[in-house]
């Protein structure tokens, strides 16, 4: 190892790991990699699911060994000093070992004592941590109680707590809301600026990744490219556009066509409008014709474009048989009875657990073939409207119809024609993936040669065949994900209700989800979706803001977005929209309880 390697937070050199899985096939996780991260800068590693991008943070944090090649951290071999290596790191893993019974206080404490910190040094360090996090007002608050993204920062606190020299953070802000996801990026900003703190992070948000030093790009276990993120941006500079659609068309309709098109490399709704990377090839007819009405506005790169162009042409050079083919209407049997058309209405709707009132009397209605957005801040109360949309949940007061039925009186009739997919992996680890469609097909009716068709389907629609044979609770999150949205329209339900679908998943599964949603919405299937990619909204016909069970504003998105603050700077976004109107609703609850 060359001195200025040893000055490096992390080098890699060859590093190869594989793992046998439940299987009994052994799987390369990681294929001779070599890298470097940069001292005192932030560091992104980014990719699809099954990358390689968790082992690779495994590796570093001194978890488990390569199998082949060279890995030091901090100038430490790895292998050979894992235990000097983890006295100098802090690593945060995508689920941090919170414990929800104690208070915030006392997790500090828990991991104070585990790491030797001296009560001196607490002193400082407690008092530090508090003031970043904001978390002090909540020291005695069970972490059980705390919000999503304060449970962030309470695991980010507890990494903190011995001051280490490289910080690890696998996936830090997934499933998080933008207002928290900002604090956390101003967190991670203050350790890199203030004290010249080395961070290396996985991420599925590539808008983060283009705020960081160096990005290194992982593909299928390999590095496809490292660099500055404007090194990958470069590639696809003045192939970025924006097609506004023609009068009384849906962006998500031309995305969803745009993305099946071999000579566009990105599409992507945007404030109304389409965001478009065409390849390094000419325009086929078929594709001019798509965009034939549409008005074409050049707009600049961005690494996301670029990380788009990037795998898709990856793909491309490593295809040897014919692509998957896209998401086709599902050609649905006559449904059992007729939707009305409104498929889904909630009037003065209330749920209490004891003194807590979770949701405080909302009132909404969805149309059918409609695609309805339920955004708001961890802890809104959107999960708890879910689940009492779904018969999971008694409701406290109020009324709900879901599908022509009032569900205070006869849920078993309604949840025949509804989907679910909760927002934690709630299907049957132990169980294989073949095993969970297996009991979800027969729990739905499906029998004979129909429950063998719809089986079928979803292996081939979900890309699951290849990892029929595995325990589900071991697929990468992405292919979770993709496990439970087959389950849940195993029998082709009307009403499909989705929390937190792609949290996790990378920006091609994203994609290739919303264009499955599209169809389905095409075909009448009415959805309702949460979640925290504020882009994703714009996929919505109207959307519905909670914050504390209340509903703060309601509308299309573009009735939304107009409700941003405009600063001269940038076209406003459903995320600008979202945090001031969350914003603008807590300063009016403490204005009223100050009253």
């Known amino acids: ?51 390689g991008k968790t082992t690779l943070m495994r590796l570093a944090a001194g978890l488990v060994a390569p199998d082949a090649g060279e890995l030091t951290i901090l100038g430490i071999d790895v292998a050979r000093r894992p235990q000097e290596v983890q006295d100098r790191v802090g690593y945060m893993p995508q689920r941090f070992g919170l414990y929800e019974d104690l208070s915030v206080q006392e997790n500090l404490d828990l991991y104070a004592d585990l790491h030797g910190v001296s009560g ?76 010249g703190l080395s961070v290396l992070i996985t991420t599925s948000y590539l808008d983060e990744a283009e705020r960081c030093a160096h990005v290194a790009v992982l593909h299928d276990g390999a590095v496809l490219v490292q660099g500055p993120p404007a090194t990958i941006t470069r590639e696809v500079t003045g192939r970025a556009f924006l097609a506004v659609p023609p ?35 000419p325009e086929t007819a078929a594709t001019q014709e798509l965009l034939a009405g549409c008005t074409l506005v050049p707009t600049q790169a961005r690494f996301e474009d670029g990380f788009m162009a990037l795998l898709k042409a990856r793909a491309r050079e490593r295809s040897t048989v014919a692509p998957r083919a896209s998401p086709q209407p599902r050609g649905r049997p006559p449904p059992r009875a007729a939707l009305p058309e409104v498929a889904i209405s909630v009037s003065d709707l209330v749920r209490s657990f004891g003194a807590f009132i979770a949701v405080d009397h909302v009132s909404f209605s969805v149309r059918q073939g409609e695609i309805f957005g339920l955004l708001g801040p961890n802890g809104a109360g959107k999960t708890t409207t879910f689940r009492m949309l779904c018969g999971l949940l008694a409701v406290s007061s109020g009324s709900l119809r879901v599908a022509g039925v009032d569900l205070r009186k006869a849920r078993a009739s309604a949840r025949e024609r509804i989907g679910y ?33 719809r089986l079928a389907w979803a292996a081939r629609e979900f890309e699951l065949a290849s ?76 959307v519905l ?49 100050v009253g």
């Open 1 to 51: 190892m060359t001195p200025a390697a040893a000055t490096l937070p992390l080098v890699a050199r060859g590093v190869t790991k594989r793992f046998r899985r439940a299987a009994g096939d052994e799987v390369a996780a990681l294929k001779d990699v070599s890298l470097e991260t940069h001292a005192g800068a932030l560091t992104a590693l980014v990719g699809p699911d099954s990358a």
């Open 467 to 542: 990892f029929a044979a595995l325990p589900s609770g071991q697929l990468p999150g992405g292919f979770k994900q993709r496990l439970a949205m087959a389950t849940a329209l195993l029998h082709e339900p009307d009403i499909l209700f989705l929390d937190e679908p792609t949290s996790g998943a990378d920006p091609l599964a994203r994609r290739e989800f919303w264009q499955r949603i599209t169809r389905l919405a095409e075909e009448g299937v009415t959805v309702i979706v949460t979640t925290h990619f504020m882009e994703e909204a714009e996929y919505c016909d109207r």
């Open 421 to 453: 997919v909760a927002q934690k992996f709630s299907l049957y680890g132990q169980l294989t993936v073949a095993e969970n469609l297996e009991f979800f097909a027969s729990a739905y009716g499906l029998r004979g040669a129909r429950k063998e068709e």
């Open 247 to 281: 009068e009384g068309a849906k962006a998500r309709d031309l995305q969803a066509l745009l993305l099946d098109a071999p000579d566009i490399v990105e599409a992507v709704p945007q404030a109304g409008r389409v965001r478009l990377v065409r390849a390094n090839a």
């Open 545 to 593: 803001i909670l914050d504390a069970g209340k509903v703060l504003a309601e509308g299309t998105p573009a009735e939304i977005r107009a409700r941003a603050p405009e600063d001269g700077t940038h076209v406003p976004t459903m995320e600008d929209a979202f945090v001031a109107i969350v914003e603008a609703g807590r300063n009016g609850a403490r204005e009223r309880g």
């Open 120 to 195: 001196r040094e607490r002193a400082l360090r407690y008092a530090e941590l508090m003031e970043m996090t904001a978390l002090g007002p909540f020291r005695d608050r069970l972490a059980g109680r705390l919000s999503g993204g304060m449970k962030q920062k309470l695991g980010l606190a507890c990494t903190l707590v011995r001051s280490p020299e490289l910080l690890l953070l696998d996936e830090p802000t997934v499933g998080v809301d933008p207002l928290s996801r900002r604090e956390l990026w101003q967190i991670m900003r203050r350790l890199v600026d203030e004290r």
